[in-house]
């Protein structure tokens, strides 16, 4: 079964904002941290931000002051806002959980998660 499930992608022009959330559903147990990680075409998948069951919060340095990561209870509903959005943004946003303290950002991250969504796609019209 799908574990967590991403909405709130679309196409925006440059400097517009998006909401993306993510649920996690009964199927996931014992998260500690969630956020989001993205992949443009032909890229590696990277870290974008995450959000621990303390409410202790990171960002990419490529995003931060610009997108903020909240959660709702106790990490079953995550969101990242997206404000001025710029043309290195657009990509597949996933979310993503882990039951134990994970590095988020370093090259193959990505492989320290336990669950992932299917993605939201993000893109810049012009």
């Known amino acids: 079964q799908e574990r967590l499930t991403e909405s709130g992608g679309g196409s925006v022009q440059a400097g517009g904002s998006l909401k993306l959330t993510c649920t996690a559903s009964?199927?996931?147990?014992?998260?500690?941290?969630m956020g989001w990680f993205r992949q443009a075409p032909g890229e590696q998948r990277e870290g974008v931000a995450n959000i621990d069951s303390t409410g202790k919060v990171t960002y990419a340095e490529s995003v931060k002051g610009r997108f903020t990561i909240s959660q709702n209870n106790a990490l079953k509903t995550v969101y990242l806002q997206m404000d001025n959005l710029k043309p290195e943004d657009p990509a597949m946003y996933y979310c993503?959980?882990?039951?134990?303290?994970?590095?988020?950002?370093?090259?193959?991250?990505?492989?320290?998660?336990?669950?992932w969504g299917v993605g939201t796609r993000v893109t810049i019209s012009s």
């Open positions: 009964r199927y996931t147990f014992g998260v500690s941290v």
């Open positions: 993503a959980a882990a039951r134990g303290s994970v590095s988020w950002y370093g090259p193959r991250d990505y492989n320290n998660m336990d669950y």
